[in-house]
């Protein structure tokens, strides 16, 4: 297994893609190495792209209020996306840009050891609970693979759009309000 600083710093330097060709930043995560709680998102958008650091653009400022409504801070949670590049202009990551990235999350996974990884939006379910994986109707279900507890919600974009998925993002909090409180995170 790689360490935190192997990973990183391959990671860093990764042209495994051609995302690294249109890049500022690689943004490889941020929060406690040992958090009980990861949530994964799609990959960098531009305020991530040239700060280096996942969701600080207005859908992780989204991200931030959400979390507030369970009590939940960012500084509790490891935060990572799939693609470690930005996309450009915001297009969904493409398969096999997925692929040559997910090694560094499945590093950070193996080191983090998280007891519940929340997808954020239809493409991180997509790789990590299952391909055909259907946000409207699998948000907030929980399924455990490998000791690990993993749900999905709306991504904060997708609610930015559209306020009324916000009600059944606000259910799918609850349910994870309800996970810490039952694997006894915590906070
Ligand atoms: N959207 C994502 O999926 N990830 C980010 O880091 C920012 C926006």
């Not at 499945?106 to 994986?133: E, H, N, S």
Request: hydrophobic fraction near 35%; charged fraction near 30%.
């Amino acid at each position: 297994m790689r360490t935190w600083e192997e990973l990183e710093r391959d990671c860093g330097s990764c042209t495994r893609c051609g995302l690294c060709r249109t890049r500022h930043s690689v943004v490889f995560g941020v929060g406690p190495r040992d958090a009980d709680v990861m949530f994964v998102g799609e990959g960098p958008g531009e305020q991530e792209d040239l700060r280096g650091e996942p969701f600080v653009g207005p859908a992780g400022m989204l991200l931030d209020d959400m979390l507030s409504i369970i009590d939940l801070g960012r500084h509790n949670c490891y935060i990572a996306n799939i693609v470690k590049c930005r996309p450009p202009h915001n297009r969904d990551p493409q398969e096999q840009e997925q692929e040559a990235c997910i090694d560094y999350l499945r590093g950070q996974v193996a080191l983090v050891r998280p007891k519940i990884i929340v997808c954020l939006g239809r493409i991180a379910a997509m790789k990590l609970i299952k391909p055909d994986f259907r946000i409207t109707r699998e948000h907030g279900v929980w399924t455990e693979k490998g000791g690990v507890w993993f749900t999905a919600m709306y991504h904060p974009s997708a609610l930015l759009r559209d306020v009324n998925k916000r009600p059944e993002t606000f259910e799918d909090l609850l349910s994870l309000r309800d996970k810490l409180r039952e694997l006894q995170v915590k906070l």
